[in-house]
């Protein structure tokens, strides 16, 4: 009752499929243009932090990796804290 | 005289590729262009129903190409607007009847004829989409805003992005548009579309059940006035003539106060 009475009056719901429908619809069209398998993003993520790891110490848990489009072409964009070298 | 080729294409079936064509075909028209309508669904004969000219068809497509009537023989004309023809697909072949060379020769046959020639392509990205861009130079996209057909336009537009050479520009049209879903965050809104496909937009048509009135009576609704997505479909041929129109406002204006009431207490009744 409570949330009908907030729609009512915001006349919108905030968490409707649309930005689920938008989420899903990117990532899956990143994945068709590069004819990505599932799984293969991960693997090579793995495999980057392993071979930082042999030149720097890494703070893992802020290891980001993000795959993002722009007119129609994927970037990765990979950020390592690094702590220090290991030499 | 050298015409404008337009393939008319989705990758998905059943999202209004062949209304489209129809009704784009019959707004150019009214506004004065010469205008041929080429099926290319060859085995799935459909753009002569929607235009009320089923019974009109002697001669197809793959009659011209196989040389057994000249081109003027096969094209029908229309039964209102005389600067518009139709050029039928064949109903009994399948779409290796005619290839890319033969397509590309037709459709500068057509080109010297007209002033826009507008191809319905298959549905599907395999050789019958191949067959129908052969020969064009722009291409018009048509979705709706599901997830599956926005995935499919995204594979046409990968397909016309490699034909760069030959398709100059391509432009997306947004069929069966919800409003009020997208206002009540249900559907993805316009931005959202243009935003995932990072592609032109030339229109967006409303969802509008005047369409099935119209495919039932053989007279696409753009011919009529006062109907909505007709008004969408004349908008979208005057920007393919270059005219700057704006999108049409879609926005479902605020109920009342008492019919918010009413849908208040009674959830059940629309309004």
């Not at chain 1, 949330?3 to 990532?27: C, H, P, V, Y």
């Amino acid at each position: 009752m409570q949330l009908r009475i907030f729609e009512w009056f915001s006349q919108t719901k905030q968490d409707g499929a649309r930005s689920t429908a938008k989420d899903r619809m990117r990532n899956m069209l990143t994945h068709d243009r590069l004819e990505l398998p599932a799984g293969r993003l991960e693997s090579l993520e793995e495999e980057l932090v392993a071979v930082v790891s042999r030149y720097f110490e890494l703070d893992k848990d802020t290891t980001q990796f993000d795959l993002q489009q722009y007119e129609r072409r994927a970037s990765l964009i990979a950020n390592f804290r690094l702590l220090r070298s290991k030499c | 005289m050298s015409g404008r080729v337009i393939v008319i294409t989705s990758g998905k079936g059943g999202v209004g590729k062949t209304t489209a064509s129809a009704n784009i075909g019959v707004a150019l028209a009214t506004s004065g262009a010469s205008v041929a309508l080429v099926d290319m669904d060859i085995g799935l004969r459909n753009l002569d129903i929607l235009m009320g000219l089923e019974n009109r068809v002697v001669y197809n497509l793959v009659d011209v190409v196989e040389e057994r009537c000249k081109l003027r023989q096969a094209l029908v004309k229309d039964k209102k607007l005389p600067n518009l023809s139709l050029l039928p697909a064949a109903q009994t072949r399948d779409k290796s009847a005619v290839d890319a060379d033969q397509m590309k020769a037709l459709c500068e046959e057509l080109k010297s004829m007209y002033d826009f020639v507008l191809v319905d392509s298959p549905a599907g990205i395999e050789q019958g989409f191949q067959n129908a861009v052969a020969g064009a130079e722009e291409a018009i996209v048509i979705t709706t805003p599901e997830m599956s057909a926005v995935r499919d336009a995204d594979r046409i537009i990968g397909l016309l992005e490699a034909r760069k050479d030959e398709i100059k520009e391509y432009r997306l049209v947004l069929n069966r548009y919800r409003p009020t879903m997208v206002q009540n965050n249900d559907m993805m809104s316009v931005d959202d579309v243009l935003e995932i496909l990072s592609v032109k937009l030339l229109g967006v048509v409303p969802e509008d059940e005047e369409i099935i009135v119209s495919t039932n009576k053989g007279e696409p609704v753009s011919g009529t006035d006062n109907v909505r997505s007709g008004l969408a479909y004349r908008n979208i041929a005057k920007r393919i003539r270059g005219e700057e129109v704006p999108i049409m406002d879609l926005e479902v204006k605020n109920p009342s106060w008492m019919s918010r009431i009413v849908s208040f207490f009674n959830p059940t009744v629309r309004v």
